[in-house]
């Protein structure tokens, strides 16, 4: 089956700094659209950042200049580099792929999700 594994979440000071990882399998990924999303707790969840399979990339307000967003497809990986935390990215964030699974090769695009990475900003 398809599985997203994010990993590089925790702890950190207001001002610091965090790398998230999305490791992806079972999934082709140079044709998948990406993104991760955040959910805090009592919002709804947002889409953080995302990255379509050219490698065009777009950022929600609230973060724009404080991330970047990329992928390895030799990798299949998805990363966020995020900079300057604040407590408002506090939240539990998710790798999401829109895209085709390498073991039913009939079906078509569909949404996956990873287990989430919890992210908390704090002083």
């Known amino acids: 089956q398809v599985q997203l594994v994010e990993s590089g979440g925790g702890l950190v000071h207001p001002g610091g700094s965090l790398r998230l990882s999305c490791e992806a399998s079972?999934?082709?990924?140079?044709?998948?659209?990406l993104a991760w999303y955040r959910q805090a707790p009592g919002k709804q969840r947002e889409q953080v950042a995302s990255?379509?399979?050219?490698?065009?990339?777009k950022y929600a307000a609230s973060v724009k200049g404080r991330v970047a967003l990329s992928r390895d497809n030799a990798k299949d990986t998805l990363t966020l580099q995020i900079d300057k935390l604040t407590p408002e990215d506090t939240a539990v964030y998710y790798c999401?792929?829109?895209?085709?699974?390498?073991?039913?090769?009939?079906?078509?695009?569909?949404?996956?999700w990873g287990q989430g990475t919890q992210v908390t900003v704090s002083s």
């Open positions: 990255i379509t399979r050219t490698g065009s990339t």
């Open positions: 079972g999934i082709m990924f140079d044709s998948a659209d």
């Open positions: 999401n792929a829109r895209g085709r699974t390498i073991y039913e090769l009939g079906i078509g695009d569909r949404d996956y």
